[in-house]
């Protein structure tokens, strides 16, 4: 075995050369760390929230505040993940926050407030990190590619199936 293959490398998440920090429309996947059950359940295909469910549908809600120049579409927060269709906008600032600092952003901001929910006892601790490392995206280039990301999210509690639930 040589070193390399011991070592295996990440796989590569983003565009090779796509700036993605231009005007933009973005379908983004967030993962629970271990895909642990935090955030709410489905029940008749319907997602119902629970209060950890419901902070971090409203920190996503809150990015705008941060970011001014993104524009959020739809959402759906599920028990272990979220979906999410976001359009970086006019770069009114000089200063554009790429996709990534976006969601670098949620990340940090989400977690600091479920670590206050869990240190007054209202949502249970977390082993390592409440979200994956990195998060998936698909840049949506065209109208059916906005239109088929925003069906994916709104059928998505009616996908999930007996083998998602924990």
Known sequence: MTPESS???????????????????????????????????????RVRLNDAGSLIQAAWNHIPTRFPDVILDSLIVMPNHLHAILFLGNHQCDNAPSLSRIVQTFKSESTIEYGRGVKAGRFPRYERALWQRSF???IL????????ARLYIESNPGRWSETCKG
Request: aromatic share 8%.
């Open 7 to 45: 070592n295996p490398r990440r796989k590569r998440l983003r565009a090779q050369g796509f700036d993605y920090a231009e005007s933009g429309s973005y379908f983004v996947t967030i993962c629970v760390d271990q895909m642990e059950h935090r955030l709410g359940r489905v029940q008749e295909g």
């Open 136 to 138: 998936h995206e698909k």
């Open 141 to 148: 280039r065209d109208d059916k590619m906005l239109e088929a």
